[in-house]
């Protein structure tokens, strides 16, 4: 799988949008990009995923470059619940790595108000 | 609909006992996994399950780690004559097939080994 790049901290006044980069240059052609999030004592929640194509959803939308080789994550309107460590992983279905999801440090937002 | 549990959702125990960790996964869900996050590190992959093919153990620290799933469904994870490392929050996740990587996780399990 391909290595992520993620800035170790951000933070994000309450209601604005938190944009949330990741580079990932070594990404392969069947690779896809998942985000991730895990709010302190919790387990880690599904945010959304995509190829190549821009992809949103109910929590947040996925900006994927042209070339692939990074990506930002868009909470377009943060609130308090949405401090957290954002991880950006890149994987390929069927992955010959093995099953398990690299975390890696993710990007540690915080919400203020 | 219904996500993955886990129970106990806290455990506290003393060296050398051993306890039973249980995963609920979402119905339907043919793909099992469990993880472990030790404070303030990342997710260390323990095991993990497909259907009825034997399970991926290459992650099990030690042969003090076990784990079942029976019917396809729940899964146990047993670690025996528990140490003080093994102190963690232990997580399940599950996925629809093993070609979608899309996991979804339950709460985890904290345990704390005294």
């Known amino acids: 799988d391909a290595k992520t790049t993620q800035p170790p901290s951000m933070d994000c006044a309450e209601g604005r949008a938190a944009n949330l980069p990741c580079n990932h240059s070594t990404i392969s052609g069947n690779e896809y990009v998942y985000w991730y999030r895990q709010i302190h004592s919790q387990g880690p929640q599904y945010i959304i995923h995509g190829l190549k194509n821009n992809e949103t959803n109910e929590m947040a939308s996925l900006i994927i470059t042209e070339d692939r080789k990074s990506s930002t994550l868009i909470l377009p309107h943060a609130t308090l619940r949405d401090t957290a460590v954002y991880y950006c992983?890149?994987?390929?279905?069927?992955?010959?790595?093995?099953?398990?999801?690299?975390f890696g440090k993710g990007t540690s937002l915080l919400v203020t108000p | 609909g219904a996500g993955v549990s886990q129970s106990p959702s806290n455990k506290v125990t003393e060296k050398g006992k051993d306890v039973e960790l249980r995963c609920d996964p979402i119905?339907?869900?043919?793909?099992l996994y469990w993880y472990r996050q030790s404070l303030g590190q990342g997710l260390e992959f323990l095991i993990y399950?497909?259907?009825?093919?034997?399970?991926?153990k290459s992650g099990l620290p030690s042969d003090r780690f076990s784990a079942e799933r029976t019917g396809g469904s729940v899964s146990t994870l047993t670690i025996q004559r528990t140490q003080q490392e093994d102190s963690a929050v232990y997580l399940c996740?599950?996925?629809?097939?093993?070609?979608?990587?899309?996991?979804?996780f339950g709460p985890g399990t904290r345990l704390l080994v005294l």
């Open positions: 992983i890149v994987r390929a279905p069927n992955s010959n790595s093995g099953y398990a999801l690299n």
């Open positions: 996740a599950s996925s629809l097939l093993r070609s979608q990587e899309t996991q979804y």
């Open positions: 399950f497909q259907g009825n093919s034997a399970p991926d």
């Open positions: 119905s339907g869900h043919t793909a």
